[in-house]
C-alpha cells in the first residue's frame, strides 16, 4: 500500500458575530485526511550479523614432486559489523514510482576460515591448505524501488580485505609458504528493507566479493600458487533511520490467512565436504565440491493468523543447475589423477512458518523437511595410467532452516491485491553419503556432504482474500 490515511483529523468550527446571534450555529467541518506516502529519504545507521563462505578456486604446482592440483578453497564461518548510509527517495524516475537512490558503507570483522583441505596423504604427503578471511568492507551504491514501508534493492560497489593462505608441502616442509595481503575488489548484491516501526527498519541481503586473483612463487622452490577469491554473505540487520517518516508503522495488521499458490526464482551455493580415500595405497585427501548455479520453482502453503502473529505450512519444488567440475587431485600432471563432477539437479521442502506482521509486512522464520538429488561423477587414472569413472546418483533427505521478508506486490498495474512478494534465504542440508568402488585394483572409499545455501524471490496469490490492512 503507497499511501496511508494520518490519524488525526481537524476540525474547524465557526462561529458567528454578536450582530447574528440569532442565527443557528453551523455545524463542525471535517477536513479529507491527508495520505502521506512512507518516505525513505535521510541518514541511517546499522548494524548486521550472518555468515559467509569462500568459493576459491585455487591451484599449486611443485616442479620439484612434477605435480599439479587445483582444488576448491571453502572457508567458512560468521560475521558481524556495522553499516551507515543515506537515501534519496525520488517519486518517479523513467517512469517508475517510487524510486530509491543511496550510498551505503560497511565494515565487517569475519571468521571465514578454511582449513580442512589436503591432498594426496593427508600430514603426510602432498599439500595441506589453509584460507582466511579475516574482516572485509565494502562501499556500494544502492537502487530500489519503495512499496510504502518497503525496499527492494539491488547494490554494488567496492571491497576490500584482508586474506591470508598458507600453503604446507607435507613432502618437502622447504616448499611450505604463506600469502597475505589486503585485496581490493568488486562486490554486487540484492535485498529487502522493511519498517519495525517509528524509525527502526530491518533488512536481509546477499552480497558476493570478488577480490582479484592472489598468486605467488616460492623463492627456494619454484613451487607457484594461484587462487581467485571469492565469497558469498548472506546477512540480516537493522537500521536506526534518521530522517524521513515513520507514519506507517501505525497501519493495522494485514490479512495473511488463507490458501496461496506461487512461483518463485533465485541462486544458490553448495560447500559440501568430501574425501577420497583408497587405503591399500595410502591416498587420503579431504576437499570441498561447491556447485552453484540458478534456482526456480513453484510454492504453495496455508496461513493462519491470530492478531499479527501468522503461522502455516507451505511446500516448494525447484529444479536447478547447480554445478561443479573444477576440482582435480592427486598429481593431475603425472599418471594418477582423480576429478570430480557433482550436481545438484534438483531438490524441495516442506516447512512450517512462523511470523509476526508489522502493518503489510510479514517478518517469519521457517524449517521442516527437505529433500533433494545429487549426482557425482568421479573419473581419473590410476597409476600407470589406467582410466576409472563411477557414477553416484542419490536422492537424500535432510533438513531446512531459513527466514524471509514478504509483503503485498504491485508492479506497473500488472498484479493485484491479492499478489505477495517475498524474499528468502534458505539453508538445506542434505546430510552425507559414502559410497564405494574401484580404480584399477584399488578400492575406493568416496565420501560427501550435501549442504546449500539459497536466496530467492517469489510472487504468490492469496485465494482467501486480498493481503491488505485490516480497518
Not at 565494515?107 to 591432498?119: A, E, R, V, W
Not at 513453484?298 to 529444479?319: H, I, P, R, S, T
Not at 557433482?342 to 522464520?365: C, E, H, N
Not at 514478504?406 to 493485484?416: A, I, K
Request: net charge neutral.
Amino acid at each position: 500500500m503507497k499511501k496511508i490515511v494520518v490519524a488525526a483529523v481537524a476540525m474547524v468550527g465557526s462561529a458567528v458575530g454578536a450582530q447574528a446571534a440569532d442565527l443557528p450555529v453551523k455545524a463542525p467541518v471535517y477536513k479529507a485526511p491527508v495520505a502521506q506516502v512512507y518516505d525513505w529519504t535521510g541518514f541511517y545507521v546499522g548494524a548486521n550479523a550472518g555468515l559467509g563462505f569462500g568459493r576459491s578456486s585455487t591451484h599449486v604446482y611443485s616442479p620439484a614432486a612434477y605435480s599439479f592440483e587445483t582444488t576448491r578453497l571453502g572457508d567458512v564461518g560468521a560475521l558481524g559489523g556495522v553499516q551507515a548510509g543515506y537515501n534519496w527517495q525520488l517519486q518517479s524516475l523513467l517512469g517508475f514510482n517510487n524510486v530509491v537512490l543511496g550510498v551505503e558503507a560497511d565494515i565487517q570483522g569475519s571468521g571465514l576460515d578454511d582449513k580442512y583441505s589436503c591432498g594426496y596423504q593427508c600430514g603426510l604427503a602432498g599439500f595441506g591448505y589453509q584460507q582466511k578471511l579475516d574482516w572485509f568492507g565494502t562501499v556500494r551504491g544502492r537502487i530500489g524501488l519503495a512499496t510504502g514501508p518497503v525496499l527492494s534493492y539491488f547494490t554494488g560497489g567496492l571491497v576490500y580485505g584482508d586474506v591470508k593462505t598458507s600453503i604446507t608441502n607435507f613432502n618437502t616442509p622447504a616448499d611450505s609458504a604463506t600469502f597475505s595481503n589486503t585485496r581490493t575488489g568488486w562486490t554486487i548484491g540484492s535485498g529487502v528493507e522493511a519498517s519495525l516501526g517509528g524509525n527502526w527498519t530491518a533488512k536481509a541481503e546477499y552480497l558476493y566479493l570478488n577480490l582479484g586473483d592472489q598468486s605467488g612463487i616460492n623463492p627456494v622452490t619454484g613451487s607457484t600458487y594461484s587462487s581467485d577469491i571469492r565469497a558469498h554473505i548472506f546477512r540480516a540487520g537493522v537500521n536506526y533511520r534518521i530522517g524521513g517518516n515513520s507514519l506507517y508503522a501505525s497501519t493495522p495488521a494485514a490479512n495473511w490467512a488463507g490458501f496461496y499458490v506461487g512461483g518463485n526464482a533465485g541462486g544458490a551455493t553448495a560447500l559440501n565436504r568430501s574425501s577420497f580415500i583408497t587405503p591399500t595405497s595410502n591416498v587420503f585427501t579431504q576437499f570441498n565440491l561447491s556447485p552453484d548455479g540458478f534456482i526456480g520453482g513453484v510454492q504453495a502453503g496455508y496461513n493462519f493468523q491470530a492478531g499479527n502473529f501468522v503461522y502455516g505450512l507451505e511446500a516448494d519444488f525447484q529444479g536447478s543447475t547447480l554445478k561443479d567440475n573444477n576440482n582435480c587431485l592427486i598429481t593431475c600432471t603425472s599418471g594418477a589423477a582423480a576429478n570430480f563432477n557433482q550436481k545438484m539437479q534438483w531438490f524441495g521442502t516442506v516447512r512450517g512458518r512462523a511470523g509476526y506482521t508489522l502493518g503489510s509486512t510479514l517478518f517469519y522464520a521457517t524449517g521442516g523437511l527437505a529433500y533433494g538429488n545429487v549426482k557425482t561423477t568421479v573419473q581419473g587414472l590410476v597409476g600407470g595410467g589406467t582410466p576409472f569413472a563411477a557414477d553416484f546418483d542419490r536422492t537424500r533427505t535432510g533438513y531446512a532452516v531459513g527466514g524471509g521478508i514478504e509483503s503485498p506486490f504491485e508492479f506497473l498495474g500488472l498484479f493485484g491485491p491479492n499478489w505477495t512478494s517475498k524474499t528468502e534465504y534458505l539453508y538445506v542440508n542434505l546430510g552425507r553419503s559414502t559410497d564405494t568402488f574401484t580404480a584399477g585394483a584399488f578400492p575406493v572409499v568416496f565420501s560427501t556432504k550435501a549442504e546449500q545455501h539459497t536466496l530467492r524471490t517469489g510472487l504468490s496469490y492469496h485465494f482467501n482474500s486480498p493481503v491488505i490492512a485490516k480497518y
